[in-house]
């Protein structure tokens, strides 16, 4: 067992018995592990976690040996229902997702609930998780939005609530971060290329901190030409969408001025060109606006 050094802040905490201890865990380094988090699973009279076979790993390494139970989405449930006989005897135990923090984009929420309901303490055990850790590189992106952001998890496997989150995302004036599926991955990145403007940025975080670590700030139009290198689509991924930060129509006039003025001269198409040029409009937009603009639209 590796020896936990004396720290205060674990000496002077209590760490209650009949409770659920909620760690997260490395997300690639297994350098990443809290002091906490590893006095917590010493601690602790036994492990729940979703996969043993993966836990077991972070467990050998660090030389903790403890009793070991299966927790994952399809028994979590049943499962939680079997651990409260612990906690009602007043034991300690631990929930451990695969990697990062459990219950964000990973299994534990219902567990959670479950011995919530049953009024037992579940306490949290912070730590490495891949949303903070993108985050924490955003720079100029969480400027602009004074540090707001949406997190949409994974997204959507149906066509139209897939294309519902692009259409939040892209409408969004503040940041949204992501993860996808490696054999999701092209067929997601395409569509991206096909709805924003060129200039917006998509920041891309493949492995992190893990031995292939990369990081990618991508403009719209150079999306095709990165998802041509094969090496790039292998991996786990985390992304952010910078906000959008075009004015809408109704909060800008410019664009609706300059059409009402060119709609006699100009065809639809054209005009819709010169509003795209000169105000960034989508094509969409652009289009809609100069159709009503022919029409004589207020």
Same mark, same amino acid.
């Given at each position: ?16 018995? $009949? ?45 903790? &040996? +403890? ?22 005897? $007043? ?10 923090t ?7 929420? =219902? ?34 939005? =004074? $540090? ?19 259409r ?15 054999? =999701? ?5 395409? &569509? ?8 917006? &940025? ?8 893990? +031995?292939?670590?990369?990081?990618f ?28 930060? =075009?004015?809408?129509?109704s909060?800008?006039?410019?664009p ?7 709609? +006699?001269?100009l ?30 639209? $207020?």
């Amino acid at each position: 067992m590796v020896e936990i050094p004396s720290v205060d802040a674990l000496q002077k905490q209590d760490f209650p018995s $009949g409770s659920l201890y909620v760690v997260a865990t490395p997300i690639g380094n297994l350098g990443d592990i809290t002091l906490r988090a590893l006095h917590i699973l010493n601690l602790v009279d036994g492990i729940a976690c979703e996969d043993k076979r993966h836990s077991l790993l972070l467990l050998k390494h660090y030389g903790i &040996r +403890k009793p070991m139970v299966a927790i994952h989405e399809h028994n979590e449930i049943e499962a939680a229902k079997k651990l409260m006989d612990h906690l009602q005897a $007043g034991e300690r135990w631990a929930y451990l997702s695969d990697a990062g923090t459990p219950g964000v984009s990973d299994p534990g929420a =219902r567990l959670v609930a479950e011995v919530q309901i049953n009024g037992y303490q579940t306490i949290p055990i912070p730590g490495p998780s891949a949303l903070t850790a993108m985050l924490s590189i955003a720079g100029e992106v969480m400027i602009a939005s =004074r $540090g707001q952001f949406q997190f949409l998890g994974f997204l959507p496997t149906s066509k139209n609530d897939f294309e519902e989150a692009l259409r939040l995302m892209i409408e969004s004036p503040i940041p949204t971060i992501f993860y996808e599926s490696p054999h =999701r991955l092209a067929k997601t990145l395409i &569509r991206f290329s096909e709805l924003l403007d060129n200039g917006r &940025r998509l920041s891309i975080g493949r492995e992190l901190s893990k +031995k292939f670590e990369s990081l990618f700030l991508l403009r719209a139009d150079e999306i095709p030409g990165w998802l041509e290198n094969p090496n790039h689509l292998k991996g786990e991924f985390v992304f952010i969408l910078e906000g959008n930060n =075009r004015k809408t129509i109704s909060e800008n006039h410019e664009p609706w001025h300059l059409a009402q003025l060119l709609s +006699k001269q100009l065809s639809s198409k054209n005009l819709s060109i010169v509003l795209q040029s000169m105000y960034g409009l989508q094509k969409n937009e652009a289009y809609d606006l100069a159709l009503e603009a022919k029409k004589g639209g $207020g």
